[in-house]
T-cell receptor
Framework: ELKVEQNPLFLSMQEGKNYTIYCNYS?????LYWYRQDPGKSLESLFV?????AVKQEGRLMASLDTKARLSTLHITAAVHDLSATYFC????????????FGQGTRLTINP | DADVTQTPRNRITKTGKRIMLECSQT?????MYWYRQDPGLGLRLIYY???????NKGEISDGYSVSRQAQAKFSLSLESAIPNQTALYFC??????????????FGPGTRLTVL
């Protein structure tokens, strides 16, 4: 059974600082997705990582995937308040099944 | 207009009642999913459908049933609602024909409360 764990689950940080959210998963997969959820809202797709070593960047967010280590990271550079949200990673169970297993989510709060 | 819509957006019901949540999409995607979200647990897959004639159970299907009325419509039913089915429910879609870029797109969610 595929398990996906995020770390940390809660993160409070100051504007301008850098930090990383980690997503570990328990079985082989080469497809990983990052989503953002604002309070009371739906999930918005941020990144799709499709192979080992994949790196995607959008603004102050950068995501990477290491399939050998079964680890993805979401790095935040020079955080700003607008990035406050809950971030989820999700792992495809494999073979293009398009069945995603989600992590618990990381609630990120960025303080002025 | 929203690509994935869900109705109702909020619903309060009583234990034992039957309730249906509906999802419609205009994205032309063939695959549709139902998830529930509980605090601290992320999203968990209830049912999924890869086309009108293909429906599959997900991680937590007990107490739920689904119907794929058309490619664009996927309904989730609670035959006899119980309080621990109180949650936020999301419908999602994806497109097999896009090859390996199997991104799922989510609806706005339905907040269900079972008293």
């Amino acid at each position: 059974e595929l398990k996906v764990e995020q770390n940390p689950l809660f993160l409070s940080m100051q504007e301008g600082k850098n930090y990383t959210i980690y997503c570990n998963y328990s079985t082989t997969s080469d497809r990983l997705y990052w989503y953002r959820q604002d309070p009371g809202k739906s999930l918005e797709s941020l990144f799709v990582l499709l192979s080992n070593g994949a790196v995607k960047q959008e603004g102050r967010l950068m995501a990477s995937l290491d399939t050998k280590a079964r680890l993805s990271t979401l790095h935040i550079t020079a955080a700003v308040h607008d990035l406050s949200a809950t971030y989820f990673c999700a792992v495809d169970i494999g073979q293009g099944a398009q069945k995603l297993v989600f992590g618990q989510g990381t609630r990120l709060t960025i303080n002025p | 207009d929203a690509d994935v819509t869900q109705t109702p957006r909020n619903r309060i019901t009583k234990t034992g009642k039957r309730i249906m949540l509906e999802c419609s999409q205009t994205k032309g995607h063939d695959r549709m999913y139902w998830y529930r979200q509980d605090p601290g647990l992320g999203l968990r897959l209830i049912y999924y459908s890869f086309d009108v004639k293909d429906i599959n159970k997900g991680e937590i299907s007990d107490g739920y049933s689904v119907s794929r009325q058309a490619q664009a419509k996927f309904s989730l039913s609670l035959e006899s609602a119980i309080p621990n089915q109180t949650a936020l429910y999301f419908c999602a879609t994806s497109d097999r024909t896009r090859g390996t870029y199997n991104e799922q797109f989510f609806g706005p969610g339905t907040r269900l409360t079972v008293l």
